[in-house]
């Protein structure tokens, strides 16, 4: 009997999606499993699989059609109508999840389509780089941007452009360039926004006509932070195969001065302020799509070095497009860094329903005055961001000047 292929319920408030690119045409055989649409969510990337085995009859939404959670997008008949596969093809899926002897094979599978995440197809597509000649380092030989990007800028890249460079009628970048001196140089180009962009863009509206934000600053004192990374930043990265960076300091920190202003770490609901005795720290990291903040679960639980390896992981993961859900799912407090862009100063916008953003900056050489003396310390500039609704004035200043005290006496954080 035919079976409809739906938008999957996925959770965490998701009730829409785009069809960002079908991996099948009507009439191709599938089978069970078998990855058959790319979605797009505001959160995540997704695959869509084969329910039952057949042949995809028919498209009812096609690239670029904004859907719900729920919605029919495709119908699988089937298999009686199917179109007769060669012999080689179903057993392919077969020899990549079986462990044999031929283990020196490319990781193709799914009827011969290589597995490879959202982010490493628009990636191959842009640079036009054929997926069946990159070998991938994700899981179960997945291919991951990186992989891509090592290919583009390989020996084997310029084989794989000649092949498609061809047939392929889209327009490349040269051509791109010539319209634009055809056209002289007052150009525009309409580009539609993702999901995920369209949604902060959304979010961001919503969170200031929502809360009642407002932003108090400090600066911070490094040199005893940088003493200890430079102390035992070899040691640390030998015992646990990571950088000691900042923000681990900053996460103590902050878990620090929650605990003292539990309000800060708190979010309304109606006219109740829920008061969060865990500490569960988003952590801003920068997607192709945009700014991301996956979730550090019970963040105070967590060592130094775990935190650090927590961190990169996600980073990798966001680069990668291969973030999770649960990764991204709740948080009361959130960090971000525009240091690393080279912000020296701004003001961050609050991520709801949290009611605090930490902003931290980049570090400077800066004349400071030290017991009446003038010295030159490496300083940052602090930014808390908070809902002024639930958080007074006075508990966002002295919030963040115990950030600043637990920073500037490192080993304060280890009483923390």
Same mark, same amino acid.
């Given at each position: 009997?035919? *079976?409809? %292929?739906? &938008?999957? !319920? =996925?959770?965490?408030? /998701?009730? $829409? +999606?785009?069809? #960002? @690119?079908?991996?099948?045409?009507?009439?191709?055989?599938?089978?069970?499993?078998?990855?058959?649409?790319?979605?797009?969510?505001?959160?995540?990337?997704?695959?869509?699989?084969?329910?039952?085995?057949?042949?995809?009859?028919?498209?009812?939404?096609?690239?670029? *059609?904004? %859907?719900? &959670?729920? !919605? =029919?997008?495709?119908? /699988?008949? $089937? +298999?009686?109508? #199917? @179109?007769?596969?060669?012999?080689?093809?179903?057993?392919?899926?077969?020899?990549?999840?079986?462990?044999?002897?031929?283990?020196?094979?490319?990781?193709?599978?799914?009827?011969?389509?290589?597995?490879?995440?959202?982010?490493?197809?628009?990636?191959?597509?842009?640079?036009? %780089?054929?997926?069946?000649? =990159?070998?991938?380092?994700?899981?179960?030989?997945?291919?991951? @941007?990186?992989?891509?990007?090592?290919?583009?800028?390989?020996?084997?890249?310029?084989?794989?452009?000649?092949?498609?460079?061809?047939?392929?009628?889209?327009?490349?970048?040269?051509?791109?360039?010539?319209?634009?001196?055809?056209?002289?140089?007052?150009?525009?180009?309409? %580009?539609?926004?993702?999901?995920?962009?369209?949604?902060?863009?959304?979010?961001?509206?919503?969170?200031?006509?929502?809360?009642?934000?407002?932003?108090?600053?400090?600066?911070?004192?490094?040199?005893?932070?940088?003493?200890?990374?430079?102390?035992?930043?070899?040691?640390?990265?030998?015992?646990?195969?990571?950088?000691?960076?900042?923000?681990?300091?900053?996460?103590?920190?902050?878990?620090?001065?929650?605990?003292?202003?539990?309000?800060?770490?708190?979010?309304?609901?109606?006219?109740?302020?829920?008061?969060?005795?865990?500490?569960?720290?988003?952590?801003?990291?920068?997607?192709?799509?945009?700014?991301?903040?996956?979730?550090?679960?019970?963040?105070?639980?967590?060592?130094?070095?775990?935190?650090?390896?927590?961190?990169?992981?996600?980073?990798?993961?966001?680069?990668?497009?291969?973030?999770?859900?649960?990764?991204?799912?709740?948080?009361?407090?959130?960090?971000?860094?525009?240091?690393?862009?080279?912000?020296?100063?701004?003001?961050?916008?609050?991520?709801?329903?949290?009611?605090?953003?930490?902003?931290?900056?980049?570090?400077?050489?800066?004349?400071?005055?030290?017991?009446?003396?003038?010295?030159?310390?490496?300083?940052?500039?602090?930014?808390?961001?908070?809902?002024?609704?639930?958080?007074?004035?006075?508990?966002?200043?002295?919030?963040?000047?115990?950030?600043?005290?637990?920073?500037?006496?490192?080993?304060?954080?280890?009483?923390?």
């Amino acid at each position: 009997m035919p *079976a409809n %292929v739906v &938008v999957p !319920d =996925v959770g965490e408030s /998701i009730v $829409d +999606a785009r069809v #960002a @690119k079908w991996l099948k045409k009507e009439g191709d055989a599938v089978n069970v499993g078998d990855a058959l649409v790319e979605l797009e969510t505001d959160k995540i990337d997704l695959e869509v699989a084969a329910p039952q085995a057949g042949v995809l009859g028919k498209i009812t939404q096609r690239d670029g *059609a904004d %859907v719900k &959670v729920g !919605d =029919v997008i495709g119908v /699988i008949d $089937d +298999a009686a109508g #199917a @179109k007769p596969a060669a012999p080689a093809e179903p057993a392919v899926p077969k020899t990549a999840e079986t462990p044999t002897a031929q283990v020196a094979q490319p990781p193709v599978v799914e009827a011969g389509r290589t597995r490879a995440t959202p982010a490493a197809r628009n990636v191959a597509q842009q640079n036009e %780089v054929d997926l069946k000649q =990159v070998r991938g380092s994700g899981e179960a030989g997945r291919v991951m @941007k990186r992989d891509v990007e090592a290919a583009s800028a390989g020996a084997t890249a310029p084989k794989a452009v000649s092949a498609k460079a061809e047939p392929q009628p889209e327009p490349s970048t040269p051509v791109r360039e010539d319209r634009r001196q055809a056209e002289g140089d007052r150009t525009e180009e309409r %580009v539609r926004m993702s999901k995920r962009r369209a949604t902060i863009a959304r979010r961001l509206v919503e969170a200031q006509s929502t809360a009642a934000m407002l932003t108090t600053f400090n600066e911070v004192d490094m040199t005893g932070v940088m003493a200890v990374r430079e102390r035992h930043k070899q040691t640390f990265k030998d015992r646990f195969g990571v950088n000691l960076g900042l923000t681990s300091f900053f996460v103590k920190a902050a878990i620090g001065a929650l605990r003292d202003f539990p309000r800060v770490n708190a979010e309304i609901q109606g006219d109740e302020m829920v008061l969060k005795r865990y500490y569960d720290i988003g952590v801003a990291v920068g997607a192709k799509e945009g700014l991301v903040v996956p979730v550090l679960r019970d963040a105070d639980r967590m060592s130094f070095a775990q935190i650090e390896k927590k961190v990169r992981e996600l980073a990798k993961a966001a680069d990668d497009g291969t973030l999770s859900l649960a990764d991204l799912k709740g948080g009361t407090f959130t960090v971000t860094n525009g240091g690393v862009f080279g912000s020296l100063m701004s003001t961050p916008i609050l991520n709801p329903p949290q009611v605090g953003i930490l902003g931290l900056h980049a570090i400077k050489d800066r004349p400071v005055a030290i017991d009446n003396q003038v010295a030159i310390r490496p300083m940052m500039y602090l930014a808390l961001t908070y809902d002024h609704r639930i958080v007074d004035g006075s508990e966002a200043v002295r919030f963040l000047v115990r950030v600043k005290q637990l920073v500037e006496d490192p080993g304060a954080l280890l009483l923390e």
